[in-house]
């Protein structure tokens, strides 16, 4: 079945540090791949997308993710976290097939140590 | 651009009482999705709408869910005779079109409390 893999609840960082967000999702065939956040009593805002090309995509706020199909990973990177950036990550993939919907992952809190 | 509307933004119903929610796509989008949200499932995806035809509502429960869209501006979720299990924050996302990889632009939610 398909599947979007976040296997963390939950990340704490430093203001400054360096992050890394995990997805991995289930599917042999190349999947439309989304990461959204959630801010506290707000809906969903798009950070980036990829379907193709270059596998590194960058995306808003200094935000990048990079496809690894041999891992079948999609991995949220920022180089240095701000206060502003704890909210709720969610990785989705919609893979066409489904009739356009997207299927999303648990979610990854994070949270940002002043 | 208001972006998508959701109203009401809470709703508290008691069991076995009705609950309609409603959503305004942002104008000219052609594609609306209702998801549910929940700390134990997280986001589901319940149904599709483009250009008002209902075209994917595999996620629906089979009971008691439906949803219509009368009109391009706007697309109802009715819950009857609500359940403590339907508690849960319904999302409304809007396309422009009906690519795969188009963004989905999403409303604030509607929370959705059964006592």
């Known amino acids: 079945a398909q599947s979007v893999t976040q296997p963390d609840a939950r990340v704490t960082v430093s203001e400054g540090a360096s992050l890394q967000l995990r997805c991995k999702y289930s599917?042999?065939?190349?999947?439309?791949l989304f990461w959204y956040v959630q801010y506290p009593r707000q809906g969903l805002q798009l950070l980036l997308k990829?379907?193709?090309?270059?596998?590194v995509v960058q995306g808003v706020n200094g935000f990048e993710a990079e496809f690894i199909k041999s891992n079948s990973s999609f991995h949220l990177r920022k180089a240095s976290v701000h206060w502003s950036d704890s909210a709720v990550y969610f990785c989705?993939?919609?893979?066409?097939?489904?009739?356009?919907?997207?299927?999303f992952g648990i979610g990854t809190l994070l949270s940002v140590k002043p | 651009n208001a972006g998508v509307i959701q109203t009401p933004r809470h709703k508290v119903t008691g069991k076995g009482q009705e609950a309609t929610l409603w959503c305004e796509p942002i104008?000219?989008?052609?594609?609306v999705f209702w998801y549910r949200q929940t700390i134990v499932q997280g986001l589901e995806f319940l149904t599709y709408?483009?250009?008002?035809?209902?075209?994917?509502d595999s996620g629906m429960p089979k009971e008691r869910f439906s949803a219509q869209m009368p009109n391009q501006s706007h697309s109802t979720l009715k819950i009857q005779s609500t359940q403590p299990q339907d508690s849960a924050v319904y999302l409304c996302?809007?396309?422009?079109?009906?690519?795969?990889?188009?963004?989905?632009?999403f409303g604030p939610g509607t929370r959705l409390t059964v006592l």
């Open positions: 996302a809007s396309r422009y079109d009906w690519g795969y990889y188009a963004e989905q632009f």
């Open positions: 599917y042999s065939g190349t999947p439309y």
């Open positions: 990829y379907y193709s090309g270059d596998p």
């Open positions: 989705a993939v919609n893979y066409g097939s489904s009739g356009n919907k997207l299927i």
């Open positions: 104008s000219g989008h052609s594609a």
């Open positions: 709408f483009r250009n008002q035809a209902p075209i994917d």
